[in-house]
């Protein structure tokens, strides 16, 4: 009697891109993102990925006024729509700070397919700089919290956000916790020479952590916008203008596996990566 034959395997995990303009208005925001999972359904996505402060954002600073609990209506529609389309979304949110704090937390949420919330990102490095002081309106998440990392159709996903971006031992953290796709939702400030440095720091995590990049800025007054998706050897492969917009792509699961087997440099490392106490 012959072996059964193993399934073939997925060739790509496809992701839909949501550059979206995000407002103070959060129920309109709301439909905003039902759109997106529309269109990320129609498109047979395994994965929709929202901005930083998809929930609510204003350009001038985002704080507690903004902030919903995880129950609350954001984080609840995202569960449902999720259930509905079978599409897993990864989502920039603020929650609210524990205890009497005023401030709020930057967050991503993680929910899958099924619409269950599996896991909860608490932005580590908070945007003091270049003149703004997140810090005066948010508490940053702590840096010994476990990274998140989410599989999605075979691939591992790692989070974080936004000035995360700029630290490369926050992507190299993800990278030794499994993570093959790194996951940028964020709302990165306009201004000289900061659309260059995001498209620049996003190809750099691609190509130094031998791991696809999918950057998902949001679009609208004072952000920059230009979405990206970076292969691993560090080819864009999808990039947009400032203007709001959704797009799918495929990240290939096997171009990412002959990457890191032409260019070892992770097995090659003589350094490894601890949170500052």
């Known amino acids: 009697m012959s072996a059964t034959p193993a399934p073939p395997q997925r060739p790509s995990v496809r992701v839909t891109v949501a550059q979206l303009q995000v407002s103070d208005d959060h129920t309109a925001n709301r439909e905003v993102v039902e759109d997106a999972f529309q269109t990320a359904s129609r498109a047979s996505a395994d994965l929709l990925v929202l901005p930083e402060y998809a929930s609510g954002f204003d350009p001038r600073g985002v704080g507690a006024e903004h902030a919903e609990p995880l129950d609350g209506p954001f984080v609840t529609m995202l569960r449902t729509r999720a259930k509905a389309t079978g599409v897993a979304v990864l989502a920039g949110t603020t929650l609210p700070a524990d205890g009497d704090d005023s401030r709020a937390v930057n967050a991503v949420v993680a929910v899958d397919g099924t619409g269950e919330l599996v896991g909860v990102y608490r932005k580590v490095h908070l945007y003091d700089a270049f003149g ?21 159709g075979g691939l591992t996903f790692g989070v974080l956000t936004c000035y995360d971006l700029r630290f490369p031992e926050s992507a190299r953290r993800l990278v030794d916790a ?55 050897d560090g080819i864009v ?9 959704v797009r799918t792509v495929d990240v290939d699961g096997a171009a990412l596996l002959r990457v890191r087997e032409q260019n070892p440099s992770l097995g090659n490392r003589r350094y490894t990566v601890v949170p500052v106490a």
Do not use: F
Request: aromatic content about 2%; cysteine-free.
């Open 178 to 232: 499994g993570a093959q796709v790194l996951v940028v939702p964020a709302a990165w400030a306009a201004g000289e020479l900061k659309a260059m440095h995001w498209r620049t720091l996003a190809i750099a995590r691609a190509i130094e952590n031998t791991a696809a990049v999918v950057a998902v800025g949001q679009a609208g007054r004072g952000v920059t916008g230009r979405s990206l998706v970076v292969a691993p």
């Open 132 to 152: 703004h002081r997140e810090s005066d309106r948010l508490v940053p998440g702590p840096t010994d919290a476990p990274p998140l990392v989410v599989e999605v």
């Open 237 to 245: 492969g999808l990039e947009m203008d400032e203007q709001p917009q």
